[in-house]
């Protein structure tokens, strides 16, 4: 995968992409990050925005330098960050993860002028706040999708059992020690019995989807064992209230 990122600011992202599975995955060679730095497609550099026609507060991207810096970009999936946008979230990384060449372009101050917003083939947000400009965002979209790219993480179920893969949060986790501050790692994970091991692993993975984020169970391809489960879970805590207030 081949991923161009058009900003007014290349060097704030040093470093960034130099750790984890982004880094493993540049080496392997499983993806190449390139940077466009906007200002080179303006007249001068100062003339990469200006005031917006009407008045009102900010600055505009101008449409000129847009349109030259995605034309050079070349062909490939082109995204505009920008609060405006999509809501991103796994389902969009996964299918971003399929594509050969992701342009994706920095949106700063009060956006870009409105007639060069049809050259992007999708806007994406990273949430309902707004940042200074796309350059997080940006971050953010690489690293969700460039992990998922066959070879980036050392193990691939690591990947496909993240939460929001299939709209369960993943169930809580342990390592060692087995006794922290008096506090014990759950008994049947110890236990060596792997049919027990992986009912309580996706029992736990439910309720801490019921608990946390309810509205993904709506979303969620739950089988019947786990409508089994959800019911038990439902059950335990209602025993627990019960004994809470006797
Ligand atoms: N630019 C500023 N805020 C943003 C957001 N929340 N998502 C994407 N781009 C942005």
């Known amino acids: 995968m081949k991923i161009t990122i058009i900003t007014l600011f290349p060097e704030l992202f040093k470093g960034v992409f130099d750790f984890g599975p982004i880094r493993i995955a540049k080496n392997k060679g499983l993806v190449s990050i390139d940077f466009l730095d906007l200002k080179d497609f303006a007249k001068t550099p100062k003339d990469v925005d200006d005031y917006p026609y009407g008045g009102g507060p900010g600055m505009v991207i101008k449409p000129e330098p847009v349109k030259k810096s995605i034309l050079r970009a070349g062909k490939g999936y082109k995204i505009l960050t920008t609060p405006k946008g999509k809501k991103f979230n796994q389902k969009m990384a996964n299918a971003l993860a399929q594509k050969d060449h992701l342009i994706i372009f ?24 707004v940042l200074s400009g796309g350059e997080i965002p940006a971050m953010v979209i690489v690293d969700a999708v460039v992990r998922l790219l066959e070879g980036a993480t050392s193990d691939i179920n690591s990947v496909l059992t993240d939460s929001f893969q299939g709209f369960i949060l993943s169930e809580p986790q342990y390592t060692r020690p087995g006794v922290f501050e008096g506090k014990h790692v759950p008994s049947v994970l110890l236990s060596g019995n792997h049919k027990e091991i992986a009912r309580y692993k996706r029992k736990m993975a439910l309720k801490e989807t019921l608990l946390r984020r309810p509205d993904l169970l709506l979303k969620a391809e739950l089988m019947e064992e786990d409508y089994k489960l959800l019911i038990e879970i439902l059950k335990e805590a209602r025993n627990e209230q019960h004994n809470e207030r006797d």
């Not at 956006?111 to 947000?125: A, T, Y």
């Open 106 to 129: 920095c949106g700063r101050y009060k956006g870009i002028d409105e007639r060069v917003r049809e050259l992007f083939d999708l806007e994406v947000s990273i949430g309902d706040y």
